[in-house]
């Protein structure tokens, strides 16, 4: 789908609000398989999000500002025997974007021009 | 009885495999993924490459972890794993092309090529053909650069020009890769014009040796230019951009002059002063790639405006291809419109603008080519040349043929007994004549520098320090490479024949020192470069 201007791309606003949502349940960061999770339970789709599509919105919200990112300590994952997680969290910027987009109103944010956004 | 046991046993083989397979359906599918991540980050850089494939296997874990948790079942797993690939696969291309090395695609077409190219050779004919598709691949790579390029270029259009540092910072060393490949060039250039050029010129001149004495003179001259380019900071050059582009223009319009205006073989192009002949259209290529980079920072925030972007831009361009296709020079007005355009890309035009561009070129290239009866011969002669091999498809036929019969080591120095039949055998169709005498080995060597000097162009333009020397060194490279993609497209068969030299290796003064004078302008901007690299990155403004 092509950006219009600067507006988030469904995605992108999937992302954020799912997010927010993980923050709402007191998980401040959260890994690429963790937003695919919740954005299927969220959307109620079938599947999670392709992987092209989850890493590259990624990789581009992070270059845009509206999340940041790091490697979690290796230790944690060498004792729990897993590769080591990339760990997200929604900056300021990102949580603007969402309400800005809310303000909007798109297909894709109904229900947020209405509820405010979880502290 | 034979029959039940066979049906018995192909179905217990199958119920086999059908188990196993369950158990490594879902390692399979994994491993499929991390293959395809693998491939899609080749030649990224290590951040970039290790944080997509960690990120996978990370996922890929925490999925397998998960589905067990929830009591999917392995293959369904595998199937979602599948999915969730196949369903990305457009996004990851999307994405790898943002990441595309110019420089691999370049390389690797050109090693790919010149592998195959190497193999198929050695069966007589298909040299040519390997020729077509070497430049069908440079073309399209060259492209891909552009396009990748534009997001280098487009960003930079907002940071203001900074004052050039003062000559004590700048480092005396010039960028020796380039200095190395134009002097190679030069240097197969001048054998190849004295070895092609020494029938003709007994015949024409009754001295072998004509040609070749007065090619080694334009490269001295060249290589002045060459010098006194480098030293000069290029940001002076947007400051002579107009004075220059009027002298252009004069001389432009000067060789339309009866009187003034020399002519030779029905084209009127050349400007005489004393002992000089010179063609204004070479040194026209130059200035306008100056003008219009200057003219492209100057109006960034317009670039995108019909009236204020596409429209003046149209009519400048217009105006030059104009004088250079009355001459009639159909060659230099098609290297002039595709450079400048090039930079009008690079510079963010939209898409839309690019393309009204390209449909006007094309109604009047087609308005052009039907007004000349010799223009549509070549048409005719590119489509099938056979046709008529002694009349219009004589110079083709001729080029390819000693394209052809060079072999893979060629026939040697000299041995060319084809230079006299071939038209323009130390101008346009030099690539044949070294086709002929140094073989496959000879044209690839040609090639690879042309290409190494191309990719030298791009990494120079991503290493500038402005918007203004991106656009100075991207309209340079792109004029060398669209030249070379000409001249080498049509002497193979390619394209049809436009009557453009070979850049750096065809016989010509006018076309070698304006060559070279370029060159001296890309090393200044290397020069700038790395001193502004040691100073700091510009301030945006």
Redesign the interface.
Same mark, same amino acid.
Not at chain 2, 54 to 59: E, F
């Given at each position: 789908m092509r950006r219009k201007g600067n507006a988030l791309l469904p995605i992108e606003v999937s992302i954020l609000q799912a997010a927010i949502n993980l923050r709402a349940r007191n998980s401040t960061e959260f890994?690429?398989?963790?937003i695919?999770?919740e954005i299927k339970k969220r959307d109620r789709a079938r599947?999670?999000?392709?992987?092209?599509?989850?890493?590259?919105a990624l990789?581009r919200m992070e270059r845009a500002g509206l999340l940041i990112s790091h490697w979690e300590d290796p230790t944690v994952a060498a004792s729990e025997h897993?590769?080591?997680?990339?760990l997200y969290e929604v900056t300021s910027a990102g949580e603007g974007a969402l309400a800005a987009a809310a303000r909007v109103g798109t297909p894709h944010l109904p229900k947020l021009a209405t509820e405010p956004l979880p502290q | 009885m034979s029959h039940f046991l066979i049906t018995l046993g192909a179905g217990l083989a199958l119920f086999v495999v059908a188990t196993l397979a369950k158990s490594f359906l879902l390692p399979t599918a994994e491993l499929t993924?991390r293959a395809w991540?693998w491939f899609l980050t080749l030649g990224l850089t290590s951040e970039i490459k290790n944080?997509?494939r *960690?990120?996978?296997?990370?996922?890929l874990?925490?999925?397998r972890?998960?589905a067990v948790a929830a009591g999917y079942a392995p293959y369904q797993v595998a199937l979602?794993v599948l999915?969730? *690939?196949?369903?990305?696969?457009?996004?990851?291309? *999307?994405?790898r092309l943002r990441h595309l090395r110019f420089d691999y695609v370049l390389l690797g077409a050109v090693t790919a090529l010149a592998f195959g190219g190497f193999f198929v050779s050695l069966e007589e004919g298909l040299a040519v053909w390997v020729v077509r598709a070497t430049v069908a691949a440079a073309a399209l790579a060259f492209v891909a650069c552009v396009a990748v390029m534009r997001d280098v270029v487009a960003a930079r259009l907002p940071f203001r020009l900074r004052s050039a540092p003062s000559s004590a910072n700048q480092p005396n060393s010039p960028d020796y890769a380039l200095v190395l490949v134009t002097a190679l060039l030069l240097l197969l250039g001048l054998v190849a014009v004295y070895t092609a050029s020494q029938p003709i010129g007994y015949l024409q001149y009754g001295d072998a040796n004509h040609f070749i004495v007065r090619q080694a003179i334009y490269v001295i001259v060249g290589l002045a230019a060459l010098v006194y380019f480098m030293r000069l900071d290029y940001h002076e050059l947007r400051y002579l951009a107009v004075p220059l582009m009027v002298l252009a223009l004069l001389g432009l319009l000067a060789v339309l002059i009866p009187g003034i205006g020399v002519e030779r073989n029905g084209a009127r192009r050349w400007l005489e002063i004393g002992p000089a002949i010179f063609y204004p259209g070479e040194f026209a290529k130059l200035v306008v790639i100056i003008y219009i980079s200057a003219w492209l920072v100057a109006r960034r925030e317009n670039i995108s405006r019909f009236t204020l972007g596409l429209v003046p831009f149209a009519l400048m361009i217009g105006v030059v291809g104009g004088l250079v296709i009355v001459e009639p020079d159909m060659g230099t007005a098609v290297v002039i419109v595709l450079t400048t355009s090039t930079l009008f890309f690079l510079a963010g035009a939209p898409l839309s603008h690019l393309a009204l561009l390209i449909v006007t070129g094309g109604l009047v290239s087609y308005v052009m080519i039907v007004a000349q009866d010799y223009r549509l011969d070549r048409i005719a002669s590119f489509l099938s040349p056979q046709t008529d091999p002694e009349g219009t498809g004589f110079h083709i036929t001729q080029l390819i043929a000693a394209l052809r019969d060079g072999g893979v080591t060629g026939q040697g120095f000299g041995a060319s007994h084809q230079q006299p039949l071939v038209p323009g055998a130390h101008t346009d169709g030099i690539f044949a004549i070294i086709g002929q005498e140094m073989g496959f080995v000879g044209i690839a060597l040609v090639m690879a520098l042309i290409f190494f000097l191309v990719y030298r162009g791009i990494r120079l333009a991503t290493a500038a320090g402005d918007a203004f020397g991106s656009l100075l060194a991207l309209g340079v490279t792109s004029w060398i490479a669209y030249q070379a993609i000409i001249n080498i497209g049509g002497v193979s068969g390619a394209m049809p024949l436009a009557a453009t030299s070979l850049p750096f290796i065809s016989y010509g003064g006018s076309s070698l020192v304006a060559l070279l004078a370029a060159v001296g302008v890309l090393l200044s901007i290397y020069r700038k470069s790395h001193s502004l690299s040691a100073s700091g990155p510009p301030a945006p403004a």
């Open positions: 890994h690429g398989f963790l695919a999770k599947l999670l999000t392709a992987y092209g599509t989850l890493y590259k990789y897993r590769p080591p997680r990339r | 993924v991540v944080t997509r *960690l990120q996978i296997a990370s996922d874990w925490e999925h972890r998960d979602h999915l969730r *690939l196949l369903i990305g696969v457009p996004s990851d291309a *999307l994405w």
